[in-house]
């Protein structure tokens, strides 16, 4: 989600080749976050606040922070909202499954990590005899070359299972229908599509959830009138919208004055806005629609010898640490990373023919600051891009396997 | 020689003003009475060195590209050294401080690595720099992706990066000192021989040539002073913000944007160093200016385009009035303004 536009889209200026050559560094470098996608057609008219407000979603999101989940706590990624089932029993086999997975990108730390865990769980399967290989093909963050995955995949007609994280909504639908009716099991993760032919679609609560948490606790920590600068990766892409559209909401419902930048992610991008804001003025509350970057934030505050603000970041260890050492008022909300488990488990439930969440519906609960020094330690020695729950902790070759990347 | 003997320092002054080169100061003063004006904060002295230490890494930029264009080239790998040298600074260094002095050699050799070859590209395979500079751009970026992924990763050890985000005895940035350092440095390029060699070849690289030029030499060191800049300010902004492949992204088209907007000729022969420095530090004031207006950042490659057009439309012109009729120095001393005006043409010419 951090795919930068601001620069060498319009440089409309020095010829023609000029411009085919600020295409290609939109094309090549394209950094992202956490649940991206690369032209989501409502960008343009959508890319600030309200039209992506949606009360019911809201409301509903609201509710499942408090819900009950199914299964055990120790084991979040098995655990779901109660509701409808598919059932399996058509797929049951005792035979290893092969696994044909079309993966959005590896292009943020969220989804490196993700990408980590997900193969280390397969080690596991594997060992089990549950799953025979799984063969990866990465989009690259572009919606083209995931359609084409998915219909190579299709066309080679090897897969048992179909395993999905689709780069954008719309666009991956008609190629997710496709995989749907080869008559095999196909399981979509992290961002949706607009279909329901999946036999699962596993997912944290959502960006409300995220939103609500932390515009929560930036009004409980903060004076009504309080200047808070928050820091989004782009405009256009829903998980991310859907963070912002509920944080701004509350935020300007409590009275708080919230002015929002795009930063592309790019650090020096974020240390400049929030020099520039010192500049004009105090700035009490940063809010932020993922972690990464966030130290560039407070380096900010920092050298310009102001104080440091009340802050959300995310679950990212760069942000953890930087928050301890400091001592910040902070909150580190969560998208639960965790979930890239979840479907390789899912393939294990639909080999033994045991019914799965239609809609899984995963846990997703910030860190707050009585259980950040747990986090710490339990993540001692992890990079600074890598996610405090990712929950891998069981599976084999932990710790190396996510120290060295 | 002898026409600067002839005028005053203060007639000599007001006719540099009059140059598109010399415009750049009195635009640079001109905004940035106007980013005080508007955000009266700014003029605190302390606001003023952060200002000027953030602008730094772009402003270094702006004079490596001077020396590609003002030589007849162009240099779009910036960007991509930027991003390259943030990642081996983060990859290399990483959280041991043995590592500095090697990591910062090793940057320091693929700056002048990527430099030869763009230079080799351009003078001996004569591919056109547009297109050698592109490609090494993609290959770069390709390079960082492979790295990173297109992720942060770490940042290097903190003491490393206090070059960009320091400052001596507390009071003035480190990265204020490099970018007066580089400065002083090119200032001086220019002055000697070498950089009136560099203005000749931009301007006519045949009569350069048939003088006794050697174009593949001068060029390439052209390239080479280029990508050794966009290093310092690698070096500089991993300090300032961090490990990001996007950090640099879109550099190049600041720093050609500055160097135009600093008076030079874009195909060559004419321009100051020091004005394109100037040049990149009216954009970010331009910026700030327009951010404290509330005009949206993403208006700023819009902004910057217009800057391009409108300053290489001025400047031919401007140049050719402004030194008439007496050109004082070797910089106006060739030629009538814009005969080298694409650089594509200029090179193909000057077959070896």
């Known amino acids: ?405 | 020689m002898i026409a600067t003997a002839q005028r005053s320092l203060g007639q000599r002054f007001l006719s540099g003003l009059a140059t598109p080169s010399g415009a750049v100061f009195v635009l640079l003063v001109v905004l940035l009475i106007g980013v005080i004006a508007m955000n009266p904060n700014f003029a605190e002295p302390g606001q003023l060195v952060r200002f000027l230490s953030r602008t730094a890494p772009i402003a270094i930029a702006a004079i490596g590209q001077f020396f590609v264009i003002v030589s007849g080239e162009f240099d779009l790998s910036m960007g991509a050294v930027i991003a390259t040298q943030v990642v081996i600074a983060g990859n290399v260094i990483g959280q041991d401080e043995a590592m500095i002095l090697r990591g910062i050699a090793l940057m320091l050799a693929v700056g002048v690595v990527v430099g030869v070859v763009n230079g080799l590209l351009t003078t001996v395979a004569k591919v056109p720099s547009f297109i050698a500079t592109l490609g090494m751009m993609l290959a770069l970026y390709g390079f960082v992706r492979f790295l990173t992924g297109g992720a942060a990763t770490g940042n290097p050890v903190d003491s490393f990066r206090e070059i960009g985000r320091g400052a001596l005895f507390g009071v003035v940035p480190y990265p204020v000192l490099i970018l007066l350092a580089v400065g002083l440095l090119a200032w001086l390029v220019m002055r000697a021989p070498f950089g009136q060699t560099l203005l000749a070849v931009g301007d006519n690289p045949v009569t350069a040539r048939l003088a006794g030029t050697r174009l593949v030499l001068v060029k390439t060191s052209a390239f080479v002073l280029s990508s050794l800049a966009a290093t310092v300010a690698g070096i500089l902004l991993v300090g300032y913000a961090g490990v990001h492949p996007s950090v640099g992204q879109g550099y190049e088209f600041q720093a050609i944007t500055a160097v135009v907007l600093g008076g030079a000729v874009l195909g060559g022969g004419r321009g100051w160093v020091l004005s394109a420095a100037a040049g990149a530090i009216s954009l970010e004031l331009l910026f700030t200016l327009l951010n404290i207006a509330g005009i949206d950042a993403t208006w700023r490659p819009t902004v910057q385009g217009a800057i391009i057009i409108a300053a290489v439309a001025l400047g031919a012109v401007a140049w050719r009035s402004a030194r008439k009729p007496k050109p004082s120095r070797p910089a106006g001393a060739t030629g009538p303004a814009g005969t080298a005006s694409i650089p594509t043409t200029t090179t193909r010419s000057g077959e070896r």
Not at chain 1, 47 to 66: I, K, M, P, T
Not at chain 1, 371 to 382: H, K, S
Request: include cysteine; glycine fraction near 8%.
């Open chain 1, 1 to 405: 989600m951090m795919r930068k536009r601001r620069m060498g889209l319009t440089v409309a200026a020095l010829a023609a080749a000029t411009m085919l050559a600020a295409c290609s560094t939109d094309g090549s470098v394209s950094p992202s976050a956490t649940g991206d996608a690369s032209a989501p057609p409502p960008a343009e008219t959508q890319a600030s606040g309200g039209e992506w407000f949606d009360q019911a979603v809201f409301d509903e999101q609201f509710e499942q922070r408090s819900a009950t989940f199914e299964g055990d706590p120790e084991t979040p990624w098995l655990q779901y909202i109660d509701g409808p089932m598919t059932d399996t029993a058509e797929w049951a086999s005792d035979e290893p499954m092969r696994v044909c997975f079309a993966n959005a990108s590896i292009s943020n730390p969220w989804r490196q990590t993700g990408f980590i865990t997900m193969q280390q769980q397969l080690a596991a399967l594997q060992e089990s005899g549950v799953i025979e290989s799984m063969e990866v093909r990465d989009a690259g963050d572009d919606d083209n070359t995931q359609i084409a995955d998915i219909d190579f995949f299709i066309a080679q007609g090897d897969c048992d299972v179909y395993i999905i994280s689709p780069n954008s909504t719309a666009a991956l639908t008609p190629a997710v229908d496709r995989a749907c009716e080869t008559g095999k099991p196909v399981i979509v993760f992290d961002r949706g599509v607009d279909t329901d032919c999946a036999t699962t679609f596993i997912h944290p609560i959502g960006g409300y959830a995220w939103g609500i948490d932390t515009a929560e606790f930036l009004i409980d920590n903060l004076e009504p009138g309080s200047n808070i600068v928050a820091l989004r990766i782009l405009p256009g892409v829903d998980v991310l919208e859907h963070r912002w559209a509920a944080a701004e909401r509350l935020l300007t419902e409590a009275g708080m004055t919230v002015d929002d930048h795009f930063t592309g992610a790019d650090p020096t991008e974020i240390k400049s806005i929030i020099t520039d804001a010192l500049s004009a003025g105090e700035v009490h509350g940063v809010w932020m629609d993922a972690g990464d970057g966030a130290v560039a934030a407070i380096e900010a505050f920092e050298d310009a010898g102001a104080e440091l603000p009340v802050m959300t970041g995310e679950d990212e260890m760069s942000f953890l640490r930087a928050w301890d050492e400091r001592g910040m008022t902070a909150l580190a909300p969560v998208y639960s990373n965790f979930q890239w488990r979840t479907p390789l488990l899912a393939v294990e439930m639909i080999a033994n023919g045991e019914p799965v969440p239609t809609e899984w519906v995963l846990p997703q609960e910030p860190i707050e600051e009585d259980e950040r020094a747990d986090a710490l330690a339990a993540n001692e020695g992890m990079p600074d891009g890598h996610y405090a729950r990712f929950g891998g902790e069981d599976l084999p070759g932990f710790p190396e396997a996510w120290q060295d990347r």
